[in-house]
């Protein structure tokens, strides 16, 4: 597995992000986080950008939130190394604020290549900003998070026919027991989409 065409496309892509200057993000990071898993994994996790903790260590989801979204890949019986986790953005925008519309559009076409190279079934957009990005290209009519997490939407994306599933960020579940029963609820989704997929291909 590990010396697939797959790996070594990945690997080099993630060397090409470390040393990206095409937007300012870099200069104040002290790591580029472009993510990590499975390039053969059937679902990819993506959210908005590294925080702070993801810039000190160079990976996606660690901390609280982190620890979070590994307990919720358990309780459905997978994990970091059979995912994929990414984020639009791969370097931290200072101080956690939301990355700039041209930030985004600097930095996206590197996750559009990791989802030509993963081919997901899945993908799971892990809070609002993840959500719009994905949603807007799929392209689908969406509302407010609250009203389009858990729905599978069904599309195209850059060439993959994926489902999309949107759901909270783990961040926001830390303080708020409501979203935690959310994405303990579309998680499942995530699961039983998993499934289903797996008997229809019997
Ligand atoms: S955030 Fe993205 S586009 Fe900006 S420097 Fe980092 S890798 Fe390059």
């Known amino acids: 597995m590990g010396n697939t065409p797959g790996r070594e496309e990945m690997d080099l892509l993630s060397e090409e992000i470390r040393k990206c200057r095409r937007c300012p993000l870099w200069k104040e990071a002290i790591n580029a986080v472009p993510g990590e898993g499975s390039v053969d994994a059937a679902v990819l996790f993506i959210g908005e950008a590294p925080g702070k903790r993801e810039d000190q260590t160079g990976r996606p989801f660690v901390g609280r939130a ?3 979204l590994d307990r919720l890949l358990r309780d459905i019986g997978l994990s970091r190394e059979t995912v994929f986790i990414a984020n639009i953005v ?42 719009r990005f994905i949603l807007s290209r799929l392209p689908v009519e969406f ?20 489902r999309v599933i949107p759901t909270f960020h783990p961040a926001a579940a830390l303080y708020n027991p409501a979203y935690r029963a959310g994405l303990e609820e579309d998680f499942r989704t995530v699961q039983r989409e998993l499934h289903d997929n797996n008997q229809e291909g019997r």
């Open 143 to 162: 509302g407010r998070i609250t009203d389009a997490r858990g729905r599978v939407y069904a599309g195209v994306l850059f060439d993959v026919p994926v």
């Open 66 to 68: 982190g620890r979070l």
């Open 90 to 131: 791969k370097h931290r925008p200072p101080g956690n604020r939301d990355p700039r519309e041209e930030e985004i559009l600097s930095c996206s076409p590197y996750l559009e290549r990791q989802i030509r190279i993963i081919r997901p079934e899945i993908i799971v957009t892990l809070g609002r900003h993840s959500m």
